[in-house]
């Protein structure tokens, strides 16, 4: 059972390489074992992963990252979610975002907030909390892609904070607020709603790249909701179609057959 599973991922990661796309089912909890799975996921994408002994504090320029090792239970838990959300990235969009390392722990907080997880730019490494927020396997399946995204949006073009032409397809007279970082404590700041036209949620609307990051992560995991949503919502419309755009600019293989396949994905938990 092992062996096939993990042969399957091996063969999605040549399928979205130019192949007929095939449907991503999300495998059975009983196998393969965590570690088994994440060292041959660090293989396929030729990255670190570390969730046994990760180091602290990290300092970057401009906060330190900390965290604790989570218990075992905790990170065997979330493994099989996480190797099946990021493997349904194609290699050569892991090798174009410089990711280096992804790191699996808990407590894990910036300059002393306490976050999900944290894009380190300075060092190419994907922080994960593996315990916080685990009363919704959907929320905990859209942070790992919202967050990678900042990675890619990093590499793209070196500037996160500010896309102009992105910002342009606001309505007239829409300005940003302070940072994802002013949201951290507000529970309801990423639940869905069309309280805010043009945007998901409240905390698309806290700054350009939060709201990049936002269409980015539901195009992959609730990419039925975005379908809903943009027959009415114009704005939205548009950032989905850049977002498409500038995925296919950044790594060919981001094309409609990814986008069809990522939107096929059967998942056993909502």
């Not at 722990?105 to 593996?130: E, K, N």
């Not at 704005?235 to 396949?261: G, I, T, Y």
Request: charged share 25%; proline share 6%; aromatic share 12%.
């Amino acid at each position: 059972m092992a062996k096939a599973w993990l042969s399957w991922h091996g063969l999605w990661a040549v399928l979205l390489c130019g192949w007929l796309p095939l449907l991503a089912q999300e495998p059975p909890r009983s196998a393969p074992p965590p570690d088994e799975a994440l060292a041959k996921l660090a293989k396929q994408f030729k990255i670190e992963v570390i969730a046994a002994q990760p180091a602290f504090p990290v300092k970057t320029f401009h906060g330190v990252i900390q965290g604790q090792a989570a218990g075992d239970k905790e990170w065997q838990h979330y493994v099989p979610l996480f190797v099946f959300e990021f493997s349904l990235y194609p290699a050569s969009l892991v090798q174009r975002s410089k990711l280096k390392r992804i790191v699996l722990c808990r407590a894990l907080s910036f300059a002393g907030q306490r976050r999900s997880a944290i894009p380190d730019y300075q060092h190419d490494t994907l922080y994960l909390d593996v315990a916080r927020g685990t009363h919704s396997p959907a929320y905990l399946r859209k942070v790992i892609h919202h967050e990678f995204f900042h990675l890619i949006d990093y590499q793209d073009d070196g500037l996160v904070y500010q896309d102009e032409r992105w910002s342009a397809l606001n309505p007239a007279n829409f300005k940003y607020g302070r940072g994802g970082a002013s949201a951290q404590e507000m529970r309801e700041t990423s639940v869905l709603t069309t309280r805010y036209p043009g945007f998901l949620n409240h905390y698309s609307t806290t700054a350009v790249e939060e709201d990049k990051a936002e269409v980015f992560a539901h195009l992959i995991v609730d990419a039925a909701y975005l379908d809903e949503r943009i027959k009415t919502d114009v704005v939205l419309r548009a950032k989905v179609q850049r977002m498409k755009e500038l995925m296919a600019q950044f790594c060919p293989d981001m094309n409609d057959a990814f986008w069809q396949s990522v939107s096929q994905a059967k998942r056993t938990e909502r």
